[in-house]
């Protein structure tokens, strides 16, 4: 059996990765449940966030928060501008999975073309920076990223539920139909919607630049998991794929602790199919 210690700082770290799951599922749980997209482009933004805050801090010398205020709002504008062409091509959900695939390959593509497919890695005072409580040991990086998740999950939750913008969007996404009879206008929403799900890959972008070592084919390695996260977390929730990401993360971390690293990827997707089988209206 592990050290009290060893199991104390597993949760703590099953927490934090919880925090990044979440941050990851955000956006893509509030496309494909309000706009009913299915972005896998989101993770291949995540990563050209990251390549950027690479690029950012080591040429231009911008601490990784400060290039974040360029990253967002750029992403902003490149999610409304993806969501303007899904509208005028009438992408549908299905197609949004080969669609956003197809865009997944191409920003790889890009990243590689630009960066290379070496490995890269930011040296930043955050990558070293932790806190201490007794015998355990918070990160800096990984506490930012816990406070970032919950953030704003809770103000996106809170926007969606309190504001007229947030209750247009959730009525277009249950009857488009009904909503435009009232003045809705669930397109203009979904720009909205749309650019602020790429800012927040920005985001998350930056805290896996802050955290990991960078290269274009790890844009799939998160694939699996996220997804597990969204569909636990219920489609269009905001707060689900936080919940959902720290139950996973530290079920993951608490497996590694008392099995091996190897069972940890299971964790996940038993969740999943049993979520799917006693509760298959999830998705």
């Known amino acids: 059996m592990p050290s009290l210690t060893l199991l104390g700082q597993s949760l703590l770290s099953g927490l934090f990765i919880g925090g990044l799951y979440g941050l990851f599922g955000l956006g893509l749980s509030l496309s494909w449940g309000l706009l009913r997209l299915i972005n896998l482009a989101h993770f ?3 990563f050209l966030g990251a390549y950027l805050t690479y690029h950012l801090t080591t040429t231009a010398g911008l601490d990784p928060f400060l290039a974040l205020l360029v990253i967002a709002p750029t992403f902003f504008v490149l999610g409304v501008a993806l969501q303007a062409a899904f509208a005028r ?3 549908g959900e299905f197609a949004s999975l080969l669609v956003t695939f197809g865009l997944t390959v191409v920003i790889e593509s890009v990243i590689q073309g630009i960066w290379t497919a070496d490995f890269r890695r930011l040296e930043s005072p955050y990558g070293t920076a932790a806190l201490r409580a007794g015998p355990l040991f918070l990160p800096v990086t990984e506490v930012l990223i816990l406070v970032a998740a919950a953030v704003l999950s809770v103000a996106t939750w ?3 539920r309190y504001t007229y913008v947030g209750k247009a969007l959730r009525a ?3 009857d488009p139909a009904i909503a435009a009879a009232f003045g809705v206008d669930h397109r203009r ?3 909205l919607l749309s650019g602020l799900g790429a800012a927040y890959a920005g985001v998350a972008g930056t805290f896996v630049a802050l955290l990991y070592t960078l290269a274009p084919s790890q844009i799939y390695a998160w ?6 996260v969204v569909i636990i977390g219920g489609l269009g929730k905001p707060l689900g794929p936080l919940v959902a990401g720290i139950a996973i993360g530290i079920s993951e971390a608490i497996t590694m602790a008392l099995t091996a690293p190897s069972w ?3 964790v996940s997707f038993t969740l999943l199919i049993l979520v799917l089988v006693l509760r298959p209206d999830r998705v």
């Open 158 to 160: 809170a926007w969606l």
């Open 189 to 191: 929403l979904a720009l």
């Open 89 to 91: 091509l009438g992408v």
């Open 44 to 46: 291949a933004l995540i």
């Open 223 to 228: 694939i699996g998991v996220v997804f597990a």
């Open 264 to 266: 940890a990827p299971l």
């Open 172 to 174: 277009g996404a249950e």
